[in-house]
């Protein structure tokens, strides 16, 4: 994979391209109950298929996952692109803020803007999709803030419980 950005700064937060030395952190967030109840994907993450999803996603060139730091460097979620397709200039959006006690503080507006430049300046994608589940009120006032545009309604089964979640599509030009 050709070498890109590592670090895209911002005001309040950089994000910092993520490796294979954030394994616990990402573990850490990603298991919590904070952050997996806003997921469909719901089975806990294991160092091993974390690290499989780093040597097929991220190191092929199909997803691009930064760390979200504060100034002082402490790490407090992670955003990225994934199914990033080339050919239609398109990428799925995700984000989880990992510390509860960060969430609502504009950390997460502030990467959304900063990936979206990034897709578009340095990647030259076009558009971005991304789903969420229809009662994270948050995340739907960010991406509305943001320009995303509701594009359907989908009712699709947790993984593993297979209970069925109301997940709204959304995608915004670039």
Request: charged share 35%; glycine share 8%.
């Amino acid at each position: 994979m050709e070498s890109r950005t590592d670090i895209i700064e911002g005001k309040k937060i950089d994000l910092r391209r993520m490796t294979v030395d954030d394994t616990a952190n990402i573990l850490k967030w990603r298991n919590s109950p904070f952050v997996t109840s806003h997921f469909i994907y719901r089975l806990p993450l294991t160092k091993e298929g974390h690290l499989k999803w780093i040597r097929e996603k991220v190191d092929k060139g199909s997803t691009e996952q930064f760390i979200i730091e504060l100034k002082d460097k402490t790490g407090i979620g992670s955003v990225y692109l994934q199914r990033i397709d080339n050919d239609r200039k398109s990428a799925e959006f995700g984000i989880f803020i990992g510390d509860e006690s960060r969430s609502g503080k504009g950390y997460g507006d502030e990467a959304l803007k900063l990936i979206l430049s990034y897709a578009k300046d340095e990647l030259g994608l076009h558009m971005i999709e991304l789903k969420v589940l229809s009662d994270n009120e948050g995340a739907l006032k960010l991406y509305e803030r943001n320009g995303f545009e509701k594009t359907d309604d989908l009712v699709m089964p947790s993984v593993p419980e297979g209970i069925p979640l109301d997940v709204i599509k959304m995608e915004k030009v670039l």
